[in-house]
């Protein structure tokens, strides 16, 4: 097992920085490449850019939870629970058919909590 592990790609697990507006305060968010990959496929999904699904994330822990003490940290959490969620459709369709788009039916909130 765990030499499916060991050999993936670097790029995946390195981490980049990017500046993210939200509410027009700039901050930035060291995540790796396969977390901003993840982010921008669920942006994708839900027609909106990475930013502006980032902003919507940060809005709905805050309004939550009240707080945000560790943001980057629940980035990759929700980047987790998503990819989990496709799994799990995956595998509970028909093997004749596509995966439909795992945010279609859950807005970000839901996916986030």
């Not at 939200?22 to 968010?29: D, P």
């Not at 629970?81 to 093997?95: C, D, N, S, T, V």
Request: proline share 4%.
């Amino acid at each position: 097992m765990c030499e499916f592990f060991v050999k993936a790609d670097p790029i995946q697990y390195e981490q980049r920085s990017r500046t993210v507006r939200i509410h027009g305060m700039l901050t930035s968010l060291r995540l790796e490449n396969m977390m901003w990959d993840t982010l921008a496929e669920m942006a994708e999904e839900e027609g909106r850019t990475t930013n502006a699904l980032i902003a919507l994330f940060h809005d709905e822990i805050l309004a939550h939870r009240g707080e945000v003490p560790n943001f980057a940290s629940f980035l990759r959490v929700t980047c987790i629970r998503y990819l989990r969620r496709r799994l799990i459709a995956a595998e509970q369709e028909p093997r004749n058919t596509s995966a439909a788009p795992v945010l279609a039916a859950v807005r970000p909130s839901a996916v986030a909590r």
